[in-house]
């Protein structure tokens, strides 16, 4: 069973920064591009940033800028640093693996609000 684990979310002021993490099987995170989706209540899930095996990079639009994705081959982790966040970033921030399947961690809550 293919495992995505995060962690890192939590309460933050507007304007401050979080990392999160999602570490899964070296097995997977070899092969697959790494990303990181968000989903606010009432609204569709959406890409926040992804990585692929080689290293290239995607970003919303959104968060060009403001956040940065990294992956660590060693430790089988990806990371999303989150800065100069807004209260409109508040959601539950999704990791995902991407090839010929989705898997999908199970969510951990961003809130930015003073």
């Known amino acids: 069973q293919v495992q995505l684990v995060e962690s890192g979310g939590g309460l933050v002021q507007p304007g401050g920064s979080l990392r999160l993490s999602c570490r899964t099987s070296?097995?997977?995170?070899?092969?697959?591009?790494m990303g990181w989706y968000r989903q606010a209540p009432g609204k569709q899930r959406e890409l926040v940033a992804s990585?692929?095996?080689?290293?290239?990079?995607n970003y919303a639009d959104s968060m060009k800028g403001r956040s940065t994705i990294s992956r660590d081959n060693a430790k089988s982790t990806v990371y999303l640093q989150l800065n100069s966040l807004k209260p409109e970033d508040t959601a539950v921030y999704y990791c995902n693996a991407r090839r010929s399947t989705d898997y999908w961690g199970q969510g951990t809550q961003v809130t930015v609000s003073s």
């Open positions: 990585i692929t095996t080689t290293g290239s990079t």
């Open positions: 070296s097995m997977i995170f070899n092969i697959y591009t």
